[in-house]
């Protein structure tokens, strides 16, 4: 059975930095109802065998009016981000979903741990957005890496959160030499966080590359498999 798809209606088109640009959609047909985390897949009339199917997550929880928020970069020689660049105002995208399991837990219980990698912000942001709309009862602590100082997503909005509310810590680390530096940092600022301290509950987000090392961290260092939610988009 064909999956349901629907067409969206692009409300805006916004540049967040040199390479990533923000799509403002509305569903035209039914409401999308997702949790923050979950990603839609849109259908992109591009490649040798159109649709061309590609994963965004919502960068913005849901609202009343149904639009979703959608994030993404440019990537050099892409076709769906090059289709989407070309993309403008009025135009109409074909999408299903929600899709993924990659989200807050239903009742938290431990510390919160956001390790993400560029465009890996994207869902944690959304999850943040969610978490802050209330007097959460945990802490949480953002640690973001990205590709380049002026490459750092929602930079000011997540000063501005740490700012006023006590219990969230953002940590922004530039790696401009790839994944494996961005790993070697992230790790750099973990291990005195974790080792010997009470357990948290990591969410990481990224590509493979940048995710995978991590959570063998966290399972050597006596975490669940199961324990460490993760989401890769490559």
């Not at 930095?17 to 923050?36: A, C, K, N, S």
């Not at 609202?63 to 970069?73: N, Y």
């Not at 990537?75 to 289709?83: K, Q």
Request: contains cysteine; hydrophobic residues 40%; glycine residues 8%.
């Amino acid at each position: 059975m064909a999956e349901p798809t629907q067409p969206a209606r692009i409300l805006s088109v916004t540049d967040l930095t040199t390479h990533v640009r923000q799509l403002v959609l509305l569903p035209q047909e039914q409401r999308i109802v997702f949790q923050p985390g979950q990603w839609v897949s849109l259908k992109l009339p591009v490649g040798p065998k159109p649709p061309l199917n590609r994963a965004y997550s919502m960068a913005a929880p849901a609202t009343d009016s149904g639009e979703l928020t959608l994030v993404f970069d440019q990537v050099a020689g892409g076709l769906g981000s090059g289709y989407l660049y070309r993309a403008k105002a009025g135009d109409e995208l074909l999408l299903s979903g929600p899709y993924g399991n990659f989200g807050l837990p239903a009742t938290p219980d431990r510390d919160l741990l956001f390790i993400s990698r560029y465009t890996g912000l994207v869902p944690v942001r959304c999850m943040l957005k969610q978490l802050y709309a209330t007097r959460p009862a945990v802490s949480a602590l953002l640690i973001a890496v990205a590709p380049a100082e002026d490459e750092l997503l929602f930079h000011q909005e997540l000063l501005t959160l740490a700012v006023t509310h006590p219990g969230f810590r953002y940590l922004p680390l530039v790696a401009a030499s790839g994944e494996q530096q961005g790993v070697d940092l992230a790790l750099s600022m973990l291990r005195p966080l974790i080792d010997g301290a009470e357990k948290v509950t990591p969410l990481l987000c990224g590509t493979k590359a940048f995710v995978r090392p991590l959570r063998a961290y966290f399972v050597s260092a006596g975490y669940d498999r199961k324990d460490v939610k993760t989401e890769t988009y490559d």
